[in-house]
């Protein structure tokens, strides 16, 4: 019914008449998201002629009831396919001041129809595929790129710069070749990141760091919301950029890095915002090549003393007070080095560990964005190994018992989900330098059995890359409680009673034989298989790994 009378008053009506029935039915189906299969012939019908007041010269109140109305409508796939023309979308952009001949922002009245505009055309490119393929051919992207070349450094049309990137992040989401065309061809790695300095207000104190007002208001609902849009377009734009990574775009991707800084110590209008703020930039640093990302972390500025921030490489292990006071002050310092942003992750990660669901998505892009950070730069990585695995002293507990950090992360190497298992153990591992006696003080043998499986170190050994040759000091309560330590638990146990103590010796042969008999019979049944080590470190069925332990003794006796 609604639809019958709306659709009677656009075909007939005159445009006072249109506004107030379109505003009428917009009011009553905002919140409409599903609809029912039995008008829908009446909603195809009412969008052709939306689209035919659209090309009168109607005032802009009377187009904005129209948008509403086909933004409404275009939330339904199946009625898109007979509207969605070339000559259709031709008048979206052109309402969305994104045709050719269009050059200035200047006229304020004109904004609801942009933004309306704009709100159409994400909802139909996202919803149909004939859209998608027209956006193409009109050249979409590049005249989303001009229309925000026109606005970026004007803070009152913050709506148009939202849903431009918004429809920016769905072209670049659904055409790939969209991608390479906004990075090269249209600049758009520039442009999103001085979008993102523009929803900042960043003022530059040197080339790669910017200045952080601690005690300044946070963003705005508006500026967090484009922030988040451009940082989403960012992502699609960089998605590759780790494999194409030439020496002339370094410039380019640590002015992204050092605003990408910015961000992490900055706070939206709510703690929800800020945090997926924040998981858009995590995700971004992930596309940025390691080797710029070491403006994460920058010196000291010339009004900073150590003795003003928490200088942490000068705390002793034994004065947890002083460096609890550390941890609470606004500048976390290095070895001279300010780390407030890196702190800022190291949070992110524990708050995502502390959700206790959806890790794959949420957990493992900052997991890895610390592991791969702390393999490339010394000075993150002497951070986070000083902050997740501090001097052991009290070793009473199981590593993976307890709630710091190191504890949660030690739970996490034996999860269900493989890639969040892997990910974990990695980080813990690239923290104690890749050496296997390192990581198993800190987590024992059995949580950490799945990655030097995975790695060939079952027998002991380091990885592959390079660290510092730095020593880790061992505080005096682990040295006298490591002889008593569990190597498999990781944990200090009482001294058990030995069972065969008080057997004779023929009690001894008698258990003996029996253990084997059991052993020998799962064998056979297959219900138990013996696995030995290979030379190289890996598992392998016993009777291989002894083939070839004989084979290289052979051929050692064979050269003496």
Known sequence: MDEERALYIVRAGEAGAI???????????????????????????????????LVKDVPTTCQVSCLEVLRILSRDKKILVPVTTKENMQILLKLAKLHESDDSLEKVSEFPVIVESLKCLCNIVFNSQM???????????????NLLRKCKDRKFINDIKCFDLRLLFLLSLLHTDIRSQLRYELQGLPLLTQILESAFSIKWTDEYESAIDHNGPPLSPQETDCAIEALKALFNVTVDSWKVHKESD????????????????????TEDKTEELHSNAVNLLSNVPVSCLDVLICPLTHGETPQEAATLDELPGDKTTEKDTALKSNTMVYNGMNMEAVHVLLSFMEKRIDKGSSYREGLTPVL???????????????????????PLRDVTNRPEVGSTVRNKLVRLMTHVDLGVKQIAAEFLFVLC??????????????????????????????GDNWYSEDEDTD???YKNAKPNINLITGHLEEPM?????????????????KLVNMLDKLSREELLKPMGLKPDGTITPLEEALSQYSVIEETSSDTD
């Open 475 to 477: 505080t005096e309560e």
């Open 497 to 513: 009673p030995n069972p065969i103590d008080e057997m004779t010796e023929e009690q001894k042969e008698y258990e003996a034989m």
């Open 433 to 462: 330098k890749e050496r296997v006696d390192s990581l198993l003080k800190y987590t024992g043998y059995g949580n950490a059995a799945g990655l030097l499986a995975a790695r060939g170190l079952l027998a002991g050994g380091r």
């Open 368 to 390: 890895s964005l610390l592991t791969e950070c702390s393999r490339a730069h010394r000075n993150i990585r002497k951070f986070l190994k000083d902050q997740v695995l501090p």
């Open 19 to 53: 506004e107030r029935v379109l505003r009428d039915y917009s009011d009553k189906h905002r919140a409409t998201f599903k609809f029912e299969s039995t008008d829908e012939d009446k909603r195809k019908r009412l969008c052709e002629g939306i689209f035919k007041v």
């Open 250 to 269: 370094s410039h380019q991707f640590r002015v992204m890095a050092a605003v990408l800084r910015h961000c992490l110590l900055i706070v939206g209008p």
């Open 131 to 145: 859209a998608q393929q027209l956006s193409l051919e009109l050249n979409l992207a590049a005249k989303l790129c």
